[in-house]
Nanobody
Framework: QLQLVESGGGLVQPGGSLRLSCAASGFALDYYAIGWFRQAPGKEREGVTCINTSGSTKYADSVKGRFTISRDNVRSTVYLQMNSLKPEDTGVYYC?????????????????WGKGTLVTVSS
């Protein structure tokens, strides 16, 4: 069964940090670009960051310098380190995978989605 499972969400104070994980099963992560998306209450889902099969990354302007995406193909896991969190980072965070070798990652055309993990930044 092909699936992505996110974990690591929770409640954190402004300025704090969280690390999200996206574990893949049922397929080889090596050949997939991975993206992290989030959906805040009452807003549309947006692309936050992505990483291609070679490790090149892309970040939304709102998270540059604060978030870091990385991948461990041996563990079939992608991570999202989030630092200096702000209340506007609150939302459900989803990871998604696209079969895409040798090209830059993107925020559309995803083949698989996880069910999401909730991140709440509040004092």
């Amino acid at each position: 069964q092909l699936q992505l499972v996110e974990s690591g969400g929770g409640l954190v104070q402004p300025g704090g940090s969280l690390r999200l994980s996206c574990a893949a099963s049922g397929f080889a992560l090596d050949y997939y670009a991975i993206g992290w998306f989030r959906q805040a209450p009452g807003k549309e889902r947006e692309g936050v960051t992505c990483i291609n099969t070679s490790g090149s990354t892309k970040y939304a302007d709102s998270v540059k310098g604060r978030f870091t995406i990385s991948r461990d193909n041996v563990r079939s896991t992608v991570y999202l380190q989030m630092n200096s969190l702000k209340p506007e980072d609150t939302g459900v965070y989803y990871c998604a995978a696209e079969y895409r070798r040798g090209y830059d990652c993107r925020y559309y055309g995803m083949d698989y989605w996880g069910k999401g993990t909730l991140v709440t930044v509040s004092s």
